[in-house]
């Protein structure tokens, strides 16, 4: 039902926008969130957008440098990656939140995209 999108190699210092969508979901009745994994480590919540009162959220990891926005004509979520750093290599997930109390609690989450791959390498 969901797709990600958008990820791929980029510079230090680059910038990349991904994009969510879902099929037979309406996105706009959900907050939807960005996680990302990193080999070995544990999944983590970068950015989760409400929509009930359309609060956004970040983690302090990209407080500044990600921007998540919401297209609900499209029925898309952005999350926008400037100033990316190696730090930020992992699979990106976006998710979707029918509580709007998760914010970056993957544990609220019930519908999960596959995941696309963002590599910050020279």
């Known amino acids: 039902q969901f797709l990600e999108s958008g990820g791929g190699l980029v510079q230090p210092g680059g910038s990349l926008r991904l994009s969510c969508t879902a099929a037979g979901l309406s996105l706009e009745l959900y907050a939807v969130g960005w996680f990302r994994q990193a080999p070995g480590k544990e999944r983590e919540g970068i950015s989760a957008?409400?929509?009930?009162?359309?609060?956004?959220v970040y983690a302090d990891s990209v407080k500044g440098r990600f921007t998540i926005s919401r297209d609900n004509a499209k029925n898309t979520v952005y999350l926008q990656m400037d100033s990316l750093k190696p730090e930020d290599t992992a699979v990106y997930f976006c998710?979707?939140?029918?509580?709007?109390?998760?914010?970056?609690?993957?544990?609220?989450?019930?519908?999960w995209g596959q995941g696309t791959q963002v590599t910050v390498s020279s």
């Open positions: 998710a979707a939140d029918y509580t709007n109390y998760g914010f970056l609690d993957s544990s609220y989450y019930d519908y």
């Open positions: 957008t409400r929509s009930i009162d359309q609060t956004t």
